[in-house]
């Protein structure tokens, strides 16, 4: 049986596009680094503690992703990007048929 996917579209910090299909049960932090979408790092292998995968969820999307942690609310304290509305860790965020079609900024940098 074929693994359901859903449709996640990266928007680089140079604005390049990379709609990649992520797994369902995948974050969209793994989703990126499969397919090796720069522009997240994910160093701490999705165990929040890193921000390497600091990401900005499109404002279409921030109420149909379940709202963060506080440990996440902490560590977005300390991303290198300044962090904005929608920002998120994406290694908390699972993807499911609900996401098809989520679309998420990187910020320029994670270090
Ligand atoms: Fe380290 Fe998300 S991968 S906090």
């Known amino acids: 049986m074929e693994q ?3 449709l996640v579209t990266y928007i680089e910090h140079d604005g390049s596009r990379y ?13 990126a680094v499969n397919h090796m979408v720069a522009g997240i ?10 921000a ?4 900005y969820v ?8 379940e709202p963060p942690s506080e440990t996440e609310l902490e560590m977005l304290e300390s991303t290198s990007s300044p962090r904005r509305p929608g920002s998120r860790l994406s290694c908390q965020i699972s993807v499911s048929a609900a996401l098809d079609g989520l679309v998420v900024q990187l910020p320029e940098t994670q270090f």
């Open 4 to 6: 359901a996917v859903a």
């Open 58 to 65: 499109d404002a279409a999307w921030v109420d149909k992703i």
């Open 19 to 31: 709609p990649v299909e992520v797994a369902e049960g995948d974050s969209v932090m793994q989703g």
């Open 52 to 55: 390497t995968c600091h990401c």
């Open 41 to 50: 790092v994910g160093e701490c292998g999705g165990g929040l503690a890193c």
